[in-house]
């Protein structure tokens, strides 16, 4: 098989061959068509975000294929089937995972993640527990299967917020991948003409004219409220410390873009109480691999287009090129193609 391989302490990727490895008891080998590149994926690369400590990992968490091995345990999945993979889980035993709350798992969530701390989808073959595996619907083709992963954490968020309603005045930080998702998702639930992209990036800002939803696009300078919701997909501090003042009463910020751990940013006290402000948390996807499946049957044909969405192929033989693409800014995701 190949894959991509990161040493851990050098923080470098190479790319490497090995033999295609057997499942066990109770493992799945996916055949690996479509792999994506996370934001995450790059603050791993950077050295900004908690990873597998010591030793080589394969990155992604994002993928989508088929089965091509099971093991002699698996009973729900047979060669053939095209699935895509929940990198997330929980210990089972903890009160969290009991509440059923398992990305606060200490042993679990995202201290356990395929593709951060155990080998994920960079690679033309992976193993993953049975537990993990969601077969995909007819009728989506496995290019937007790809998705399933981010559509997951969406609906982690919809939830968190309890929804947005039609006719509230929304501000999307961010017109990378996960901002423009979150644009097709509140476009889907109905809302029309009172969301806005903010997105300092002019090539970035242009992406959004492409979906034609009716959505404006603005640099951060630009931006002048009050909004009822902010969700914020960029990570940054300076970003979400801005938007607090442009929060109308009853507000809610939303922070959906994984930040630097060590990022910080100033609030009022004060503000939070006069206007009676929310701030929520969205961490992962747990068990919301479901309704993951639901908004990628919902938004398939209107929404989910490569071309629309600024996403570009590459092979994993171009992985610089890939990562290259996305730090400039030119697309909104690089999806590798096995």
């Not at 507000?251 to 009022?268: D, H, T």
């Not at 969205?282 to 989910?304: E, H």
Request: hydrophobic content about 40%; charged content about 20%; aromatic content about 8%.
């Amino acid at each position: 098989m190949e894959f991509l391989s990161f040493d851990v302490k050098n923080r470098t990727l190479e790319l490497r061959r090995a033999e295609v490895p057997k499942p066990g008891p109770n493992e799945v080998r996916v055949r690996v068509a479509y792999s994506g590149i996370c934001g995450t994926d790059l603050h791993i690369l950077e050295g900004t975000f908690p990873c597998k400590k010591e030793g080589f990992l394969t990155l992604g968490h994002e993928f989508a294929g088929t089965v091509d091995a099971v093991g002699s345990q698996v009973t729900n999945f047979k060669v053939g089937q095209r699935v895509a993979v929940d990198p997330n889980s929980g210990c089972n035993t903890c009160s969290f995972c009991h509440d059923g709350s398992y990305q606060h798992c200490r042993a679990g969530g995202i201290n356990n993640t395929i593709g951060i701390y155990r080998d994920g989808g960079f690679s033309t073959h992976a193993l993953v527990p049975e537990t993990q595996v969601h077969v995909i619907p007819d009728g989506i083709d496995l290019h937007q299967a790809v998705l399933l992963e981010p559509l997951s954490c969406l609906a982690h968020g919809w939830k968190r917020l309890n929804g947005i309603n039609v006719g509230n005045n929304v501000l999307i930080i961010g017109a990378g991948i996960i901002g423009l998702l979150w644009t097709c998702m509140l476009h889907l639930h109905g809302l029309r003409k009172t969301v806005t992209v903010s997105e300092p990036q002019d090539k970035r800002r242009k992406m959004l004219t492409k979906l034609d939803l009716d959505f404006d696009a603005k640099s951060p300078e630009q931006l002048k409220g009050p909004y009822d919701v902010v969700v914020d997909c960029s990570g940054s501090g300076p970003a979400m410390e801005a938007a607090i003042p442009l929060l109308g009463p009853g507000g809610r910020l939303c922070i959906f873009g994984v930040a630097n751990p060590k990022a910080k940013f100033s609030i009022e006290p004060f503000q939070v109480y006069l206007k009676e402000l929310t701030v929520i948390g969205v961490n992962i996807n747990p068990f919301s691999f479901p309704r993951g499946l639901g908004l990628l049957r919902a938004m398939a044909d209107r929404y989910l287009h490569y071309d629309k969405l600024g996403i570009k192929v590459f092979s994993l033989s171009q992985y610089r090129e890939a990562l290259d693409a996305l730090k400039r800014g030119e697309i909104s995701k690089a999806v590798f193609k096995l």
